[in-house]
């Protein structure tokens, strides 16, 4: 077994009038750093295409509230000026940070969008070829904890620390691919989805002649190459790895709160749930958590499936059937 | 430092040729171009462009070319795809000016998410992914090289779809934008073909199509340049390899990763002088002087990675430069030679985009021409101007839509002024830091270039 080979190509055939009356609509924008596609089956292709360039906005709206690369965005500011007390923040900013605290609470700290101190830390570890000494990571370490984040509905929030950074990297893109969907659906879009960058989708209804979206999860031979994705979202995430100039292995960016460093791990864990938030956020946290520990954390989130895939693409384990309900039309 | 870097061809220049397919033409006053570019399958088309005082460059496949009779009144010859030397000497043969046209390039655009199967979309799932750039630009520097003294290298491709509405409506205006400003930006010259939706659209006086061929026009005037002085492309990393395709795909990351390079083959090696290169990649066996050369190259201070070749693979003999003692990691041996170091890796490169994040690393942030953040869609090609005192950089944004660029350039100079398509040039805010210079382009939409000068 190993993975496809993931080249996507161009379109060259399609029909984009079907024979049930639905145009398909496809069009795609880059934000946070990647690429958003969203795909829409509607009988009127303008109403579909409205929407699509209004859900398609927010998408780019919310990398201008949620980027900590942008140092004028609403994250960046708020970094600036919410350590000395509550400050008022963009709905959409709340309403992240609000999930992440849930998340970082519900899986005991394992998911943290607190842990950007960390991240640089180990990025300029990466650059320099020396990793950081233990007194600077435990230096670092006491900058970062969800719980330094103060939330006040409706819309303030308080950064209870003098050196508490927040990268909501681990979730942001999920977040606005909800909000995308939520624009669809209030559109009167029933067949739709929305790929960001491969690693969070979602999907509402299907296409014509499916039961829903044809999802490949990148794994040959084990029978769990391709699901059916309709009203739920997806999510994967895998330690990336870049090499030091020394030849040596790079660090991973995706770096552990508790032990301060990056998760050695090489498994590949997908997440199904119904919020392309929580995918987001936990197809992370699972990366972080033993895996008997991680299943704990998915009991408390309903309908949530998942799978732990070894860096050949063998299933390691599962939680509930990743594999989408077999729908009925 | 401009003196101290790889230069690759004669002075940058670069022209986009538009190609018309319907017979019906808008006045060369409406187009506000004098040049056409017609396939010669469509003989009514080349009649009308003819006579309504258009210079024509027909079209031809490289098939076609050995039954091929020149058309009079036409200006030129454009061959598309290879075309064996007696042929072009048979075509040459008629006084027409014939330019061959590489059709191996791909209209540049940022891939889809999706892959397709019978018919089926499908959506692939994968760990957060960095956009694929479709570019030009590994071919681009791949040809400079073959023949620096040539005239620019001359591309076309056809229009290929990116997202489903795109089957129905053609290229939209960025995608013809992009096209422009990737061709421009690296010095090559375009054949750029028109949708014939648009060409429909232009010949009936529609607004809309009339809007986006005045920006169309804009760019192309943008990117004919017309500047001040003289440029010529430069890089630091030299490829040695005997065959740039077969390597294609390891270039092709290394210009996605923003690393300037030039090809050079095995034999050329021992000959060259390697001036302005900081990073050597050989890829293909070599003679003992081109051993030596290495060693030297290595000896003066430059890095070179020797990696697959049979000279570093187990058990083969001893190189020049393992007089020094070996220092192992994980995947690698490095040897430490005068001011310089050459590494071995047994192995041939595997992952095209890891090898070239490796050898970003392996450069050092110090030795790279070209730095940028939040600019993962953008591509950057430096010039050095040829009375040394100045660079250019252009830079591209394949996303087409406008973003804060933070740029890096080795060296320090005291003046960056900004140009951008239709807005009028301006002077950049810059810190020098670390030996190099670094400023924000404001909202890097799609194309724009960079003059830095360094003031007496």
């Keep these: 077994m190993r993975f496809v080979e993931r080249v996507a190509v161009v379109l060259l055939a399609c029909t984009c009038l079907h024979a049930d009356g639905l145009v398909l609509i496809h069009a795609q924008r880059y934000a946070m750093g990647t690429m958003f596609d969203i795909v829409a089956y509607h009988a009127s292709g303008q109403k579909a295409e409205r929407a699509i360039e209004v859900a398609l906005a927010e998408i780019v709206r919310l990398d201008h509230v949620l980027s900590h690369f942008d140092p004028e965005s609403d994250l960046a500011k708020l970094v600036r000026t919410g350590r000395t007390g509550f400050v008022g923040v963009d709905p959409a900013l709340y309403d992240v940070l609000s999930q992440s605290m849930e998340i970082s609470r519900r899986s005991g700290g394992g998911f943290d969008v607190t842990v950007g101190p960390l991240v640089r830390l180990w990025q300029n570890a990466q650059a320099t070829g020396h990793p950081p000494s233990p007194e600077a990571i435990a230096k670092t370490k006491r900058c970062v904890g969800y719980e330094k984040v103060q939330l006040m509905p409706p819309d303030r929030v308080h950064l209870n620390s003098d050196c508490v950074s927040i990268d909501l990297g681990g979730i942001g893109k999920g977040y606005a691919v909800e909000r995308a969907m939520q624009i669809l659906q209030g559109a009167g879009i029933e067949h739709a989805v929305v790929n960001a960058g491969q690693s969070s989708i979602a999907a509402i209804g299907h296409p014509p002649d499916r039961a829903g979206w044809m999802v490949d999860l990148g794994v040959d031979g084990t029978g769990l190459g391709e699901i059916e994705l309709r009203d739920s979202s997806i999510s994967t995430s895998r330690q990336g790895r870049v090499p030091m100039a020394s030849g040596d292995r790079g660090y991973g960016d995706i770096i552990d709160p508790a032990r301060g460093r990056p998760v050695e791990s090489t498994v590949t864990v997908i997440v199904r749930i119904l919020s392309a938030t929580q995918a987001d956020a936990l197809s992370t946290t699972l990366l972080l958590l033993p895996i008997e520990e991680g299943k704990r954390v998915l009991e408390g989130f309903p309908g949530a499936a998942a799978v732990w895939l070894s860096a050949t693409g063998d299933v390691i384990s599962m939680h509930r059937d990743i594999r989408a309900p077999r729908w009925k039309r | 430092m401009l003196a101290m870097l790889a230069m690759l061809a004669m002075d940058a220049s670069a022209e986009t040729l538009i190609r018309w397919d319907l017979e019906r033409i808008p006045p060369t006053a409406a187009l506000g171009i004098t040049t056409l570019v017609v396939p010669a399958a469509q003989p009514a088309t080349i009649r009308a462009a003819l006579e309504q005082g258009y210079r024509v460059y027909v079209e031809i496949e490289a098939a076609s070319a050995v039954t091929f009779k020149p058309i009079a009144g036409a200006a030129g010859v454009i061959v598309k795809g290879t075309l064996p030397a007696a042929q072009l000497d048979r075509l040459a043969q008629y006084g027409t000016p014939v330019r061959i046209a590489d059709d191996r390039g791909k209209w540049p655009h940022i891939r889809t998410n999706w892959v397709t199967r019978n018919k089926d979309v499908l959506q692939v799932t994968n760990r957060s992914s960095q956009p694929w750039l479709e570019n030009n630009e590994a071919l681009v520097r791949i040809a400079m090289a073959r023949a620096p003294a040539a005239p620019p290298v001359l ?127 050989v890829l293909d066996d070599l003679d003992d002087r081109g051993l030596q050369r290495v060693d030297a190259f290595a000896n003066a201070g430059g890095t070179a990675l020797v990696a697959g070749t049979a000279a570093v693979k187990p058990g083969a003999a001893a190189l020049p430069w393992h007089r020094s003692a070996p220092v192992k990691s994980e995947r690698r041996v490095s040897y430490t030679v005068g001011k310089g170091r050459v590494v071995e890796s047994p192995t041939a490169p595997s992952d095209p985009n890891t090898f070239a994040l490796d050898m970003r690393q392996l450069l050092g942030s110090g030795r790279r021409i070209v730095d940028i953040w939040n600019g993962i869609t953008v591509l950057v090609a430096p010039y050095a101007r040829r009375s040394g005192d100045g660079m250019l950089l252009t830079a591209l944004n394949y996303a087409a839509q406008p973003l804060p660029i933070q740029v890096r350039v080795r060296g320090t100079f005291s003046r960056v002024q900004y140009e951008a398509p239709g807005q009028p040039a301006a002077l950049l805010p810059f810190e020098h830091r670390d030996d190099g210079t670094e400023f924000v382009l404001p909202a890097l939409r799609i194309g724009a270039r960079i003059f830095l000068t360094r003031l007496p």
């Excluded at chain 2, 491709?157 to 489903?164: A, F, G, N, R």
């Excluded at chain 2, 013809?176 to 400003?181: K, M, T």
């Excluded at chain 2, 890089?235 to 990351?253: H, K, S």
């Design chain 2, 155 to 281: 591309l076309t491709y056809t229009w290929q779809p990116v997202t489903v509405s795109d089957l129905d409506r053609g290229p939209r205006l960025e995608n013809y934008l992009v096209a422009i400003a990737e061709a421009g930006s690296f010095g090559a010259d375009l054949v750029l073909p028109l949708h014939q939706r648009f060409e429909e659209a232009l010949v009936n006086g529609d607004p809309d199509a009339r809007a986006d061929w005045a920006e169309i026009t804009r760019f192309v005037a943008f990117y004919a340049w017309n500047v001040p002085f003289q440029h010529q492309a430069v890089a630091n990393v030299g490829v040695v390899t005997a065959d740039p395709m077969r390597a294609f795909e390891l270039m092709n990351l290394l210009a996605r990763h923003n690393l300037p390079f030039v090809s050079i083959a095995p034999s050329a090696l021992a000959a060259h002088e390697l001036t302005g290169i900081d990073l050597l990649i």
